[in-house]
């Protein structure tokens, strides 16, 4: 994986900028610390930090063919089955990387590439011809791609903070985005950039930048058709799209390892893997210090991880490492992971998973990971609970009068946080036909694929790029999910079972302890240390008399939410982020509001 970096400007001489251009680039040293590599002109200046994990010694970008420069972030996985194409068509290759592929493949097909190429990417190529840049995203935003246009400024990153670094714009909250961050966060509204003027592409489109005017274009979407295969026939075909899609994504030129929760999602990626590589594949797990002692069951969290990755380990053979973060390490975290996330993000979660990954790094670049498969195989109870999925709202998103409550009563006259919620629901689900807006189990499905995935590729791919490495995805594949969007969702739920047809397609594959153990999502912290911890933190902010929290919420009732001596509050995001998550969650916008310099502007 890498980070890609570009600044343009039709009108003016920007070579000026290089010195900073180089400091905003090294902001992102941490999602590519083998190679740096930079191109310039007089009106544009590229940068590009690189992981190696394909033709370690020839892929260093920027790459060059003819009129066209390329800076690319991601991983394809049909690298082979393109370049046999282009091949046909008279080209030939230089090293064996898929940046000079996705490069040659876009100089023959221009955008229409897009449409041949899977995988997880970002990337810019500039045509030196038509002084135009073409930037794309992968289809379900697993890499991410800001940008901004300002004052003939054009610039364009892999992450936030290195926009910023720039002071073309100023970080800037305006009552939208206000209402964003407290009525959806920690997820987004589609294409915004968290900051007043800073844009993100979306999943599935790209857009083309030339003589100071910006064009969007949509260049993938989800198309209904009939479902003509009975539960068995797609059984087979899911077992053979997702061992497709595992398999092409464990080609390296470095050792790959797998995450192993004992879960399905984990199993399945584990199992395909062992049993299709001739070396003991290395798994690994994360848990919490003191989570033995203080798990309590529930709805969301039903049981411990241990006993079902033992015996994962056991029946295939791997090497299977056991990690666990303390409490401590996990409030200390919140500082790193707001900086890899540029916003406030999911708490404890992002702490273990960025602790995780560093630890992982130690060994290991490359890992695959189980993230999508709730979201298409319908495994969250939103799926099936019609208390939950009755409603015309993100059901994920709970208590949202509980988030209203805490704003000041000032606020409370300018803010609408419901309406926010209600709008960028109402705004997604117009993207569909109005036969399947109709149809409440697609838009279960759109909406999850949207919103609440991307919120946890997101979280997926700043941590582990915190740490350096890069995190494969196999359920996020176009045949799979194409596959899965037109299947009846009995197919997918049935016998109180959720995900049975996940389960069906690998039952003789996956020991059926295993196969039938009811979902838990990712580990969270059980531990009273960690709200102790947070809660202390969250006093010290306060005790800053200047403190933003002053300006948006109301200062009795964040101390009620402190003293409170219950912690009943159900889910205010997901299925994990109750009271101590939404405690450190303050406390992390009052120290991205302090470390950014951020003006709110209300």
Not at 120 to 137: D, V
Not at 347 to 365: A, G, P
Not at 436 to 449: E, S, T
Request: glycine share 4%; proline share 3%; net charge positive.
């Amino acid at each position: 994986m890498c980070a890609i970096l570009g600044w343009a400007n039709h009108k003016e001489d920007i070579l000026e900028h290089m010195n900073l251009f180089k400091e905003m680039l090294a902001l992102m040293k941490y999602r590519g610390s083998d190679s740096t590599g930079y191109y310039f002109e007089n009106n544009i200046l590229l940068g590009h930090n690189r992981l190696s994990i394909i033709d370690l010694e020839n892929g260093k970008q920027p790459m060059y063919y003819e009129d066209l420069v390329i800076v690319y972030n991601g991983e394809l996985y049909n690298t082979e089955e393109i370049k046999k194409d282009l091949l046909k068509h008279g080209y030939d290759f230089d090293t064996t990387c898929d940046t000079e592929v996705l490069l040659k493949g876009y100089h023959f097909y221009k955008e229409k590439i897009l449409s041949k190429i899977e995988g997880i990417f970002a990337f810019a190529i500039y045509n030196k011809k038509e002084q135009s840049i073409f930037l794309a995203r992968d289809r379900f935003g697993v890499k991410p791609l800001y940008y901004t246009l300002k004052r003939n400024h054009f610039l364009f990153s892999s992450s936030i903070k290195s926009i910023l670094k720039s002071e073309v714009i100023k970080p800037i909250l305006g009552p939208k985005e206000v209402e964003e961050l407290l009525a959806l966060g920690p997820s987004r509204k589609q294409g915004n950039g968290v900051f007043k003027d800073i844009k993100q592409i979306k999943p599935a489109h790209y857009i083309i930048y030339k003589k100071n005017k910006i064009i969007q274009k949509r260049y993938w979407k989800l198309k209904s058709k009939k479902c003509k295969d009975s539960f068995e026939e797609a059984a087979q075909k899911v077992k053979d799209l997702l061992s497709d899609s595992i398999i092409r994504q464990t080609v390296s030129d470095t050792p790959i390892a797998t995450l192993l929760s004992g879960g399905l999602d984990s199993s399945i990626i584990t199992a395909i893997v062992a049993l299709n590589q001739k070396k003991q594949l290395t798994t690994y797990s994360i848990d919490y210090e003191g989570n033995e002692k203080y798990f309590k069951k529930n709805d969301f969290q039903v049981s411990l991880d241990e006993d079902y990755i033992e015996l994962m380990s056991k029946t295939f053979h791997t090497n299977h490492i056991y990690k666990t973060i303390t409490q401590q390490q996990v409030i200390d975290y919140l500082k790193d992971t707001l900086y890899f996330r540029d916003y406030p993000g999911m708490i404890d979660i992002d702490s273990s998973l960025f602790y995780f990954c560093q630890e992982i790094r130690k060994d290991f670049k490359v890992i695959l990971s189980g993230e999508c498969a709730d979201e298409i195989f319908g495994g969250y109870p939103w799926f099936y609970k019609d208390q939950l999925n009755n409603r015309y709202s993100f059901p994920w998103i709970n208590n949202i009068e509980d988030r209203e409550n805490l704003l000041n009563k000032n606020l409370r006259k300018k803010l609408n946080l419901k309406k926010c919620l209600k709008k960028e629901y109402k705004k997604t689900i117009k993207e569909l036909s109005f036969k399947d807006r109709k149809d409440k189990y697609k838009r279960l499905f759109y909406i999850n694929m949207t919103h609440f995935m991307t919120t946890l590729l997101d979280r997926k791919d700043r941590m582990s790029m915190g740490a350096t490495l890069e995190a494969r995805v196999p359920f996020a594949d176009t045949k799979l999910v194409e596959y899965l969007w037109n299947l009846p969702f009995h197919y997918k739920y049935q016998k109180n079972t959720e995900k049975y047809l996940l389960r069906e397609a690998f039952k003789e594959i996956i020991p059926e302890k295993v196969l039938y153990r009811k979902k838990n999502p990712y580990p969270k912290t059980h531990n009273p240390v960690f709200l102790s911890g947070v809660t202390k933190l969250l006093k010290e902010r306060l005790e800053n008399k200047n403190s933003v929290l002053y300006k948006l919420f109301d200062k009795n009732r964040i101390n009620d939410l402190l003293n409170r001596e219950d912690d009943d509050m159900l889910p205010w995001f997901g299925q994990l982020m109750t009271r101590p998550q939404l405690i450190a969650y303050l406390y992390q916008i009052d120290l991205w509001c302090e470390k950014y310099h951020i003006e709110i502007q209300l």
